[in-house]
């Protein structure tokens, strides 16, 4: 028997692509990425997953400057020791911090006034997220916003957005503050990759299924019919890269997926590599607060379209399930407004504004509630 993988970072002997049963994705040419070699590039949530994956064939490049950004201390050193042992370069700058610093960001911005911005910060687990809806306006749409604002100052800065699928017809916190942060990178000339599942990435089911496999099991699943779009984390990289370089501002991509798999032939997938002989049970545990059975890449307002690129579709057509995307002034407007309610704990304000700029947002029960408990807060004497 094989020895079950501790942490995404051993999960390399995997053969996704054979789960996927397709060939990877296109990658960039190194010919494409000639603009990202002689720039300044900022990666924000560079501890991450993909951020860390992304700095390491970033640092490849030698770039002019490359600065790393992230709020997770143990994160940025774990990137740190990766990068002294593959690719030395004293051209690195690794920095502790938060994209909703506003202050720091004036700072970062004004010593090392980046050109290119990989912004890949976010909280992600949604049913976490549910429970704490003030953390996730705050950092995933307020941070981009914070991030957008500081980016405005110094003209021919592009900034790529690492998006999710969840941000399609969102039924989740998550969801609905990452299609805020998408109206927010577009109208500012940004660029939106929206990504479903990564697999191998810190956090994700994959990642799951092998610790509770390495147990002995039960690997637990949320229901038997549940799917989702997937991906490997070198293609969710070679995207990114490849959105930097050739995509025109404002640009909505997503990646070029034929199928959703069901989750239950993933978790079948592992098991047959890890534990052929002693198959640990499977208990389906009913969908978690956030869940949906199955994603979509985008909207049925929304439509997708070849490019030159095999990798991607890009995504013509009106923002958002009901096609309605505010303009500039009235995005900033109720951003500021948003600002204001995170910083005054207030989440009614917080969601009608929510609400506002993603009509098609429907809140979970536990939001609901959340927001039900803070009114009646309120109004008590």
Request: aromatic share 6%.
């Given at each position: 028997?094989l020895s079950?993988p501790?942490?995404?970072?051993?999960e390399?002997?995997?053969?996704?692509?054979?789960?996927?049963?397709r060939?990877?994705?296109?990658?960039?040419?190194?010919?494409?990425?000639?603009r990202?070699?002689?720039t300044?590039i900022?990666?924000?949530?560079?501890?991450?997953?993909?951020?860390?994956?992304?700095?390491l064939?970033?640092?490849?490049?030698h770039?002019?400057?490359?600065?790393l950004?992230?709020?997770?201390?143990q994160?940025?050193?774990?990137?740190?020791?990766s990068?002294?042992?593959?690719?030395?370069?004293?051209?690195?700058r690794i920095?502790?911090?938060?994209?909703?610093?506003?202050?720091?960001?004036?700072?970062?911005?004004?010593?090392?006034?980046?050109r290119?911005?990989f912004?890949?910060?976010?909280?992600?687990?949604?049913p976490?997220?549910?429970?704490?809806?003030?953390?996730a306006?705050?950092?995933?749409?307020?941070?981009?916003f914070a991030?957008?604002?500081?980016?405005?100052?110094?003209?021919?800065?592009?900034?790529?957005?690492?998006?999710?699928?969840?941000?399609v017809?969102?039924?989740n916190?998550?969801?609905a503050?990452?299609?805020?942060?998408?109206l927010?990178t577009?109208?500012?000339a940004?660029v939106v990759?929206?990504?479903?599942n990564?697999?191998?990435?810190?956090?994700?089911?994959?990642?799951?299924?092998?610790?509770?496999i390495?147990?002995?099991g039960?690997v637990?699943?949320t229901?038997?019919?549940?799917?989702?779009?997937?991906?490997?984390?070198?293609?969710?990289?070679?995207?990114?890269?490849t959105?930097?370089?050739?995509?025109?501002?404002?640009?909505?991509?997503?990646?070029?997926?034929?199928?959703?798999?069901?989750v239950?032939?993933?978790?079948?997938?592992?098991?047959?590599?890890?534990?052929?002989?002693?198959?640990?049970?499977v208990?389906?545990?009913?969908?978690?607060?956030?869940?949906?059975?199955r994603?979509?890449?985008?909207?049925?307002?929304e439509?997708?379209f070849?490019?030159?690129?095999?990798?991607h579709?890009?995504i013509?057509?009106?923002?958002?399930?009901?096609?309605?995307?505010?303009?500039?002034?009235?995005?900033?407007s109720?951003?500021?407004?948003?600002e204001?309610?995170?910083?005054?704990r207030?989440?009614?304000?917080a969601?009608?504004?929510?609400?506002?700029?993603?009509?098609?947002y429907?809140?979970?029960?536990?939001?609901?509630?959340?927001?039900?408990q803070?009114?009646?807060?309120?109004?008590?004497?």
């Open positions: 028997m079950v501790s942490s995404p970072s051993k390399t002997g995997i053969d996704w692509y054979s789960f996927l049963a060939p990877r994705l296109p990658s960039p040419s190194p010919e494409s990425l000639d990202l070699r002689d300044s900022l990666v924000t949530g560079a501890g991450g997953s993909i951020g860390s994956a992304l700095s064939e970033l640092a490849k490049l770039p002019r400057q490359l600065v950004l992230d709020a997770s201390e994160a940025l050193y774990r990137l740190q020791s990068l002294a042992n593959s690719s030395p370069t004293s051209n690195c920095v502790l911090g938060n994209v909703t610093d506003r202050q720091h960001l004036d700072e970062i911005f004004d010593a090392h006034r980046p290119s911005i912004h890949a910060a976010a909280y992600k687990h949604v976490l997220l549910e429970e704490h809806p003030l953390e306006i705050t950092n995933n749409a307020l941070g981009t991030l957008a604002q500081c980016a405005k100052k110094f003209p021919h800065t592009r900034m790529v957005l690492l998006s999710t699928d969840k941000a017809a969102p039924i916190i998550l969801g503050t990452k299609c805020i942060a998408e927010i577009l109208a500012n940004g990759l929206r990504l479903g990564v697999l191998g990435s810190e956090g994700s089911v994959s990642e799951t299924f092998l610790r509770q390495a147990a002995g039960p637990t699943i229901d038997p019919h549940a799917e989702r779009y997937f991906m490997t984390r070198e293609e969710a990289v070679d995207l990114l890269l959105s930097a370089v050739a995509s025109p501002d404002s640009s909505l991509l997503v990646p070029r997926l034929n199928q959703q798999h069901r239950t032939s993933l978790a079948d997938f592992l098991i047959l590599i890890y534990s052929p002989l002693a198959r640990p049970s208990i389906f545990t009913g969908f978690r607060p956030g869940d949906k059975s994603e979509a890449l985008w909207s049925s307002a439509q997708p070849l490019t030159d690129r095999c990798s579709f890009e013509a057509g009106q923002f958002g399930q009901t096609g309605q995307a505010p303009d500039s002034q009235s995005l900033y109720a951003l500021k407004q948003l204001q309610a995170a910083r005054e207030d989440l009614t304000c969601m009608e504004i929510i609400l506002r700029l993603v009509p098609d429907k809140p979970g029960e536990s939001i609901t509630q959340l927001t039900q803070t009114l009646q807060g309120t109004t008590q004497p």
